[in-house]
């Protein structure tokens, strides 16, 4: 697996519940990928108000169908079978070969034709939906095109991060992830940080903050980024839940830790130890 794809593949998040929760529709092909939504929320952690976003160089199958769960009760019935075909087009299989008696779904050859495929159906959920469900459609296209077309997909996440919705958001995160992979260090930070200063950016701050800290010490700013590092992981560190429990430390806070460890070891001291919760109710 490439440094790249890694990158974005273990970035947190799991899917937030909407502000406001309403009854929807479920139609067959939600009941189909209510199963893989949970369980995308489970494998990828998170603090606060979480979404898993959708940006790679091959888009991760768990982060779109995070997106989509975490936004589709806002949609129509229509909207959302739309919006979730596309996305499972964006994650059908690639192979030469076809696929094998009894299996159901998409098969495409490259991944080119794949994101080819998916960034068309992407852009007639726009055409035919528009409003707040054409927008995820957009930005969902752009993400994918990050994989064929790269000048035009930032270019297309530059014109959504100018609003101040949820879209907006989100784009603006994936567009400082784009900068950061393309070596435009300054820009990147400044998204952070405009991120960071957000009452509500959707993605987590502790995310925000652990990739900002990284471009600080790739920046050779040790103090900025051990200053990052070392909040990230004490707060997580001294969170409990209602009852008083320490909470489970997620991988970006342990991720945190250790760069603490790392960078000074002595500063590493002051963040609290966290004892497993037994699977039994005790400690």
């Known amino acids: 697996m490439t440094r790249k794809k890694r990158r974005f593949e273990q970035l947190e998040a799991a899917a937030s519940e909407p ?26 952690e998170g603090q606060g108000k979480n979404i898993l976003y959708g940006l790679a160089a091959v888009v991760v199958l768990a982060i779109l169908l995070g997106i989509f769960y975490a936004w589709n009760k806002r949609s129509d019935a229509a909207a959302q079978t739309a919006l979730g075909k596309a996305i499972e087009t964006s994650q059908a299989a690639v192979s030469s070969a076809p696929l094998p008696p009894g299996a159901k779904g998409k098969s495409f050859k490259t991944e080119k034709e794949r994101s080819d495929a998916a960034i068309a ?19 969902f296209a752009a993400v994918t095109r990050l994989n064929v077309d790269r000048p035009t997909a930032i ?3 530059a014109n959504l991060a100018n609003s101040k919705d949820d879209v907006g958001k989100m784009a603006k995160f994936a567009l400082a992830q784009a900068d950061a ?6 820009e990147a930070i400044a998204l952070y940080q405009e991120l960071a200063g957000m009452s509500d950016p959707i993605v987590s701050k502790e995310t925000i903050n652990f990739e900002l800290a990284k471009l600080y010490e790739k920046q050779g700013k040790k103090q900025e980024a051990l200053d990052l590092y070392f909040n990230i992981a004490k707060t ?11 909470i489970t430390m997620t991988q970006t806070a342990r991720d945190a830790k250790d760069k603490v460890q790392e960078l000074d070891p002595a500063k590493a001291k002051e963040i609290p130890e966290t004892e497993p ?7």
Request: net charge negative; no cysteine.
């Open 121 to 139: 159906e992407f852009q007639a959920v726009a055409d035919k939906f528009g409003g707040s469900v054409g927008e995820k459609a957009k930005y």
């Open 181 to 186: 992979d393309d070596g435009k260090t300054d």
């Open 155 to 157: 270019q297309e996440l």
């Open 236 to 246: 997580a560190a001294e969170a409990k839940d209602a009852e008083g429990k320490p």
């Open 19 to 44: 502000k406001k929760k309403t009854e929807a529709y479920v139609d067959p092909f939600q009941r189909g990928v209510g199963k893989r939504l949970e369980d995308a929320g489970r494998i990828f």
């Open 277 to 283: 919760q037994s699977p039994f109710g005790g400690q």
